[in-house]
């Protein structure tokens, strides 16, 4: 009988007292536990940053990649034991910045894994300069002047690159982010959630007083959940074009709702065939057979070699 417990590693945690990463790190394992996924049918990859020591504190298979790099092994993975459920975690400058094209690639092959990234709007762990998703204007308290530069916006890359589920949570809301979770690990295909997590240590823009909106005239939260305002980001019929385009342009529209509200929850979900849908067209064998269990270096290639004679 699988407990929360068998999730966790006895490795030491040094993020900093108070780091969102912790809140994403027990969704993390809540999800795994209340999915029932067995600890050695998971496989998490991450990239370098503070996000990047994830794999070290969840009890199933973990790498800890190199910088931007955790979705090509994760991918490589994937193909090789398509059984497993494959998670990429990384932050927004290991994912956004020198991962981008791997980020945008792999939305585009539609294979099936979740990728959650901690995103904090600094390089957290070389010492807080301003990342991909940091607002241009804003100077956090490490920067010697304001960013100069636009902040991009991951959903509505990841939409326009072909993620088939895109959501946005917090990661101070780790019911929320639980449920989000569940839902992009059971989705067959790229899931993407961009996690807003607080960084204490460097970012004293977006805290979590901010993301509560004291400093608002309302005391209102800033975050507002998709779900309760009645938005309804799922495709019903992947064959309707209209229906596709007019469901992407408004979670695109809503993506960019930024500053007094923000959204979270799931911007955008589809059904589409996966790549290993479309390896399998190739290889009956690879859906009921991993290539990890095929006996790859015994076949007859006799016919290939000859067919080029
Ligand atoms: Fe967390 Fe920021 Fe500390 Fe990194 S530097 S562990 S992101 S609080």
């Known amino acids: 009988m699988l407990e929360l417990k068998n999730y966790r590693t006895q490795v030491h945690n040094d993020w900093c007292p108070g780091c969102g990463d912790f809140g994403i790190l027990n969704a993390v394992q809540m999800t795994l536990y209340e999915l029932k996924l067995e600890p050695d049918q998971v496989a998490i990859f991450s990239g370098i940053g503070c996000s990047g020591k994830t794999p070290h504190f969840v009890n199933t298979y973990g790498f800890h990649t190199l910088h931007g790099r955790s979705l090509p092994i994760a991918t490589g993975a994937k193909l090789a034991n398509n059984s497993l459920t494959v998670i990429a975690v990384g932050g927004d400058g290991d994912g956004y910045g020198i991962g981008a094209g791997h980020f945008v690639n ?48 991951p959903l509505a890359t990841a939409i326009s690159a072909g993620y088939t589920f895109v959501a946005r949570s917090y990661s101070l809301d780790v019911r929320h982010l639980k449920e989000t979770l569940k839902a992009a690990i059971l989705h067959k295909g790229s899931a993407l959630v961009d996690v807003l997590q607080t960084c204490p240590t460097y970012n004293n823009i977006n805290t979590k007083e901010w993301y509560a909106g004291t400093d608002l005239p309302t005391k209102a ?89």
Do not use: C
């Open 221 to 309: 939260p800033r975050l507002y959940k998709l779900e309760d305002t009645g938005y309804d980001g799922n495709v019903k019929d992947p064959n309707n074009t209209t229906e596709v385009n007019e469901k992407k342009i408004q979670a695109i529209a809503r993506s960019f709702e930024w500053g007094d509200r923000i959204p979270i929850g799931i911007f955008y979900r589809i059904q589409e065939p996966t790549y290993e849908d479309m390896i399998a067209n190739k290889m009956p064998t690879y859906k009921e057979t991993p290539l990890v269990k095929q006996d790859l270096y015994h076949r007859d290639i006799t016919p290939l070699l000859e067919s080029f004679t």
């Open 106 to 153: 792999a939305g585009r092959r539609n294979l099936d894994f979740t990728y959650v990234v901690h995103d904090n709007q600094v390089y957290g762990l070389t010492k807080g300069q301003a990342s991909p998703t940091l607002q241009k204007g804003l100077r956090t308290k490490s920067m010697p002047s304001p960013a100069i530069v636009e902040g991009m916006n």
